[in-house]
């Protein structure tokens, strides 16, 4: 997942990523989870012995499962589930809190450094040293040729 | 590396005479209309409206949507910036690109000659 430090000029924007951070966690999330459960219903009530392999076997700095194709395909989709839940809870609080941030005095000319860390938006700076882009726009009538 | 992703929001087309073929000459004007709705340092969001006319107003077409580029702050200026006073930014002549397969398709539906596949310089 991304860590980094992307800046927004207004914070109708970083709202906007965030919205559609949270709700693309939220589709991956959900299609993960439809998989195991699909997969925990037609098997019955063996639990997690279908999810967890016993095929895994250390090759150099990986974990390589060559004996239980299936079973390790979901067990490492069970891990992904299990690592987007926080992810997904924080982003949809920081989101459901976002209005506390959009009220405070923030000069017109600042701009937004989001600091992401594993996907998760943890840390905000109310930039005032660099200016603000221009917003484009153009209009125009153009030829059009072969 | 720039990329550009075009989502539409309106296809529009309307044949404007019986006197039009696929045939007649395709001497279309287009107008063209881009501004910025969102940026961030790693991406920009544009919307655009192409609108091609005929000038016996013969058929007219148009389309609406917006334009994401995804680049470093650099490239995304770079893209929007016209190399002169005439030429379209690089990101007009993607978006162009982009539909021209749609606006050829509309214009052999209506019967009306197809849209010339490269846009060339400002006319006015």
């Known amino acids: 997942m991304y860590s980094g430090v992307i800046r927004f000029y207004s914070l109708a924007d970083l709202r906007k990523y965030l919205k559609d951070l949270l709700e693309r966690y939220q589709r991956d999330f959900d299609r993960s989870s439809n998989v195991i459960g699909s997969l925990l219903r037609t098997e019955g009530q063996k639990g997690m012995e279908v999810i967890m392999s016993k095929g895994w076997a250390k090759v150099g700095g990986l974990f390589v499962n060559i004996q239980e194709p299936e079973k390790g395909s979901m067990e490492v989709v069970f891990q992904l589930v299990t690592e987007m839940k926080p992810r997904l809870a924080k982003t949809e ?54 | 590396m720039v990329e550009v992703a075009v989502l539409l929001e309106k296809v529009d087309g309307s044949r404007l005479s019986d006197k039009v073929t696929e045939n007649s000459p395709s001497n279309y004007n287009l107008n063209v209309s881009l501004s910025e709705k969102t940026r961030s340092t790693d991406a920009l969001v544009l919307s655009f409206q192409l609108e091609l006319s005929a000038p016996q107003n013969t058929a007219k077409m148009t389309v609406a949507g917006t334009a994401t580029v995804k680049g470093t702050k650099e490239e995304i200026q770079a893209s929007i910036t016209a190399p002169d006073d005439s030429h379209p930014p690089q990101v007009l002549l993607t978006i162009y690109e982009k539909v021209y397969g749609l606006l050829y398709l509309v214009a052999t539906g209506l019967k009306v000659p197809p849209p010339l596949p490269n846009l060339l310089k400002k006319s006015g």
């Open chain 1, 93 to 146: 609080e920081v989101l459901k809190t976002f209005e506390s941030v959009e009220q405070l005095p923030v000069p017109d000319e600042a701009s937004f450094l989001l600091y992401l860390r594993g996907g998760v938006p943890e840390r905000l700076v109310v930039d005032t040293t660099e200016p603000k882009p221009v917003p484009f726009a153009m209009k125009g009538k153009f030829a059009l040729g072969p």
